[in-house]
């Protein structure tokens, strides 16, 4: 109840708005009171609009404002006779169609929204705030403040959506509250430069009817396939255990991946559908780390980096005894995130000498052979994992040595 109270007294708390010439992770200005990140300084000007990313702007608020008590997400668009059949449960007050996407950014899933800035505020607790939903509609982003300190903003603002090198990036308009299991909103242009899947998901509002009795029928219209989570559940525990969770990742890298349907378990843990397994991991023998299990889309560029390793006489450099594996089906360490281990998409290689927060001590050169072979190192992060690299595109082997 208090994060309804919130909505309806407190509209404007929370929210950061900042300026369109930000340098790295410092806002403009903070008018929160409450304390909670930021409070840069700096002068507010206009927002940085995109021409190709603009839609009209959103005007003064109407309409009910209240937060989603349901969402529903989907590998594939809804189609509008699902949607009106929702609309139609007996409780459903109101029913907001979006499109929902993760993508990787430093190995944490990043959940994008992009939606109606003039309709989808009135799910969050910054509805009111004119400033953040018009930078939206110019084809900004806002993001939640609990990631304020997350994302890595290049020198003038802009935060790219994937590990790719050509991944797109978008500048950062404010921080401000999402509604739960949102961590940051575009408007709906972004969906095509972003990849994602259109109409993907819903916020369904239930207003003075308890969620659980307007989530079962739900789940009878939209079938097995489509997730269904309460949001209080979710807020309370960062997810809702009881519902079959879909991450519709975008990116270059996504083909490896496709739809991710998993069930969570204890201790972090998470169990994907075994379909899935069956048709993306894999063991199979590389040069000098031996067996490993990983995703199959992985193995080509892997083995090619590990035999160039080879070949330029540096195996001495990877100790296979510090392999610290490539597929963890669970979340990352205290959070309800999905890492590339989840995907089988990422290894940590001299685990022991290469811990968080250091420059570690793997070899140069052997970073360069794997950053040849399309993957990240976790070494030029702001908070540095030197043990850890992901595929961050696709690198055909032949074609590589052809150019050479």
Known sequence: MRLRHALTTAATVGVLVLSA???????????????SPGGGTGASVDPAVVEDHAVPAPGPRTGVLFP???????????????????????GVTGVEQISLTQTTIENEALRVAAVDPATYRNYTSSADSQDIWDRVAGGELAIKKQKQDEVPLDADGYLQLGGAADAPKVHVGAYAAQSPLIDAVVNTTWVKTLEMVPGNALLVRATGTAPKLVSKPIERIVGKEISVQLVDIATRRGIDPGA???????????????????????????APEQAWVSSHIATAEVPILGSVTCN???FPQLIAALSEVQSRGLADKIHPEQYAGCYYPRFIAGS?????????????????????????????????????????????????????????SVVNPREESARE
């Not at 668009?77 to 449960?89: F, G, L, R």
């Not at 998409?345 to 420059?359: F, K, S, W």
Request: hydrophobic share 40%; charged share 20%.
């Open 68 to 90: 989603a008590d349901v969402l529903v997400t989907s590998a594939d668009p809804i189609d509008e006779a699902m949607v009106e059949a929702i609309k139609q449960v007996e």
């Open 244 to 270: 079959t969770q879909v991450a519709v990742v975008t990116g270059t890298v996504a083909d490896a991946v496709g739809v991710f349907r998993y069930t969570v378990l204890g201790g972090g843990h998470i």
């Open 21 to 35: 010439a930000c340098s790295g992770n410092k806002p403009a200005a903070d008018p929160d009171p409450s304390g």
């Open 296 to 298: 199959k889309l992985i």
């Open 336 to 392: 309800t995130t999905l890492s590339n281990h989840a995907f089988g998409l990422a290894l940590d290689i001299n685990a022991v000498e290469n811990q968080r927060g250091t420059a570690g001590l793997i070899d140069r050169s052997v970073v360069q052979i794997f950053q040849k072979w399309g993957f990240t190192w976790g070494g030029d992060w702001g908070y540095t994992d030197p043990m850890h690299f992901e595929m961050n």
